[in-house]
């Protein structure tokens, strides 16, 4: 495997750490292949929102792996995660499931154009959308003339058609519009981005741009496979207020297992095949272990107090930490909303991706290894969020505190 990974942020070299293997995870630990136990913050990257091997959730992926693991045919808990899907996001009329993140972005993007008949899309800078050519692209605020791939083996005939703007700055965006006026089919962002760190959107940011995009007749993308169900029942979208025309899901929405969807307004959505021209199409998309975990963890997210007890524990992490960073003289700031968070290693406001590279890597770096030799498990990134499971316990986090003053003492 080239770096030894199927992912590159598993490797550790963005903490310049040899990478920990893991054996297996119960509630929120998880624990490696030499035996030691760590309380995990990464939860492979959002999806854990019950933990790992929640009872329920291994249950019905155990029964349904009995009846069989894929039929690459139409079944019965595809139509019922559509329906849970569709009755838990306002704005979606008709959904079509996935089997990544990334494919969501891609079909959610290729719908745009053909719905608008048009080909420059605008995302945000510091916002990850998945690895699609369309997406890995270092564009200059405005300026197609300065985009560039991200990466080698993007076109850059590719590149020139992603414009980016500054995330928070309404007037950025406004620019781009002016610039590229009636030829932009859509703008595409994290409504709480979480691949910068996690960065809120200001007051009155979001629905901004939704009347940006009306009043040019382009489409609105949230990205919400972090912040979907994960911040709300509803996503993001429902306590920002703002609805978007177009919607990609993950992570959580898998359960823990490869699954992804993008939907929207039926008149969009209708373009897909096979009763539309817009082709999409996947082997294993909507198959029975991951709509069958997907239905599992849905089912949990709205049992009673679900999201209240995760928000307790999750404000007294962020206040802990806070008072650690506080006592020991480090300069922290940390962005949270609900269960997701970044801990920035600055006394400044972080607002967006300019602002999260002016905090001290080098000092993230120490502390993850301090934490990670202590039992701890972080994202391997100053640029990645912390996510707390409903399996964290108040010993847990307390644990973690107490652990941070500690690695705090001695940076």
């Known amino acids: 495997m080239p770096g030894g990974v199927n992912s590159p942020v598993r490797a550790f070299g963005s903490v310049e750490k040899t990478p920990v293997f893991i054996a297996r995870g119960k509630g929120s630990k998880i624990y490696d ?3 030691n136990e760590y309380i995990d913050y990464v939860c492979s990257w959002g999806p854990l929102i019950a933990g790992h091997c929640h009872p329920k959730v291994v249950s019905a992926v155990n029964a349904a792996a009995k009846r069989g693991t894929s039929f690459g045919a139409p079944t019965i808990a595809e139509t019922e995660l559509a329906e849970m899907i569709c009755s838990a996001f306002d704005s979606i009329d008709k959904v079509r499931l996935v089997s990544s993140g990334t494919e969501a972005v891609m079909t959610a993007v290729r ?20 690895h699609s050519d369309s997406m890995l692209v270092n564009a200059g605020s405005g300026s197609a003339e300065f985009s560039k791939p991200l990466c080698p083996g993007v076109p850059k005939e590719i590149a020139s058609l992603t414009l980016a703007a500054e995330y928070n700055n309404i007037d950025s965006a406004a620019k781009v519009f002016d610039k590229y006026k009636n030829e932009i089919a859509c703008c595409i962002i994290e409504p709480v981005a979480a691949n910068m760190g ?9 629905q901004s741009l939704r009347k940006l995009c009306d009043n040019n007749k382009s ?3 949230f990205d919400e496979v972090i912040t979907g169900f994960r911040l709300y029942y509803g996503g993001a979208q429902k306590i920002f207020n703002v609805r978007p025309d177009i919607t990609c899901l993950g992570k959580i929405v898998g359960g823990g297992l490869p699954c992804a969807a993008v939907g929207g307004r039926a008149e969009i959505m209708n373009l897909l095949a096979p009763i539309g021209s817009v082709y999409q199409a ?3 998309s909507g198959n029975p272990l991951a709509t069958t975990a997907s239905i599992a963890t849905l089912k949990l997210l709205k049992t009673k107090n679900f999201y209240s007890k995760l928000e307790e524990n999750s404000k007294f992490l962020e206040k802990g930490l806070l008072s650690a960073a506080k006592k020991t003289n480090i300069p922290m700031t940390i962005n949270r909303i609900g269960s997701l968070m970044s801990c920035f290693f600055t006394k400044n406001r972080v607002e967006n991706f300019e602002d999260a590279k002016t905090a001290n890597v080098k000092l993230f770096k120490t502390f993850f290894a301090g934490m990670l030799e202590r039992g701890v498990y972080l994202a391997p990134s100053p640029f990645e969020a912390m996510f707390v499971s409903a399996a964290h316990s108040k010993k847990d986090i307390a644990k973690t505190i107490f652990t941070a003053q500690n690695v705090f003492g001695k940076l």
Request: proline share 3%; net charge positive; glycine share 14%.
């Open 198 to 206: 996690v960065v809120l959107p200001k007051a009155g940011y979001l």
């Open 282 to 284: 996947g082997t294993l």
């Open 219 to 221: 489409l609105l993308i």
């Open 111 to 130: 719908l745009a154009r053909a719905f608008t008949d048009r080909k420059y899309i605008l995302k945000m800078e510091g916002c990850y959308h998945g």
């Open 33 to 35: 292949i030499a035996g």
